[in-house]
């Protein structure tokens, strides 16, 4: 069984419009994370979520933004999508306090 | 801000040869990662170094860990071309509410050549 699973794994769209990544875990973690991995392979967080509280880096244009319709849930939606927003986009999860080690698949969001 | 450096960022040597991968980081963490990544791959756990002087071996690979100086290895023993593969450090800082944020290093692409 996968433990944190992501869909789509690709993604190809245009620019302007408005797509949602989805992640769901099996594994009862409280905490779950998006991370954004760019075309130089580096990978940065995006924000960390559990039913309390949601942390945003800062750095994260307001376009995006994480939906949790449940525990085990942590969408990214993103609007008006730009030529910059093209990388590979993590989900992850966690137990509060312990350690982050649970990886998706990853997306792989091309903007044309 | 946390900041993770590691050295070096590309690593090409032979099959029987070994080599050590280093990570500082700049803040005061408890945990240090260690995660492979395979190409269009997810991150795969290796290590986590929780404490001063902790040392950790799978097969050719051994972390260790000294927090006073900031500083995580990374030693390969008589590498294979199946560790052939991009190797990132990673420290976590607790961003509230129980979570924990990883800040990365950008990585090591380690290619083993026959």
């Known amino acids: 069984d996968t433990a944190v699973s992501q869909t789509p794994k690709y993604l190809v769209t245009q620019m302007g419009n408005d797509k949602s990544i989805k992640c769901e875990q099996n594994?009862?973690?409280?905490?779950m994370y998006w991370y954004k991995q760019d075309s130089k392979k580096f990978l940065k967080i995006m924000f960390s979520?559990?039913?309390?509280?949601?942390?945003i880096n800062e750095t994260v244009p307001n376009r995006f933004s994480p939906k949790s319709p449940d525990k085990a849930h942590l969408n990214l939606h993103i609007n008006s999508l730009e030529l910059g927003d093209s990388a590979v986009y993590f989900c992850?999860?966690?137990?509060?306090?312990?350690?982050?080690?649970?990886f998706g698949q990853g997306t792989r969001l091309t903007v044309v | 801000e946390l900041k993770v450096e590691q050295n070096p960022l590309f690593l090409s040597m032979q099959e029987g040869k070994n080599y050590t991968i280093y990570c500082n980081y700049s803040?005061?963490?408890?945990?240090l990662y260690w995660y492979r990544q395979d190409p269009g791959k997810s991150l795969e756990s290796l290590f986590v170094?929780?404490?001063?002087?902790a040392v950790k071996q799978e097969g050719r690979l051994m972390a260790s860990l000294d927090t006073k100086a900031r500083l995580s290895t990374l030693h390969i023993t008589a590498a294979v071309h199946d560790l052939s593969a991009t190797y990132f450090c990673?420290?976590?800082?607790?961003?509230?509410?129980?979570?924990?944020?990883?800040?990365f290093g950008k990585g090591t692409k380690l290619s083993v050549i026959p």
């Open positions: 992850a999860s966690s137990q509060p306090g312990r350690r982050v080690d649970f």
């Open positions: 803040t005061t963490s408890d945990r």
């Open positions: 979520y559990n039913n309390k509280e949601l942390i």
């Open positions: 594994l009862g973690h409280d905490t």
């Open positions: 990673a420290v976590d800082i607790n961003s509230g509410a129980g979570s924990y944020q990883l800040t």
């Open positions: 170094l929780l404490s001063n002087g």
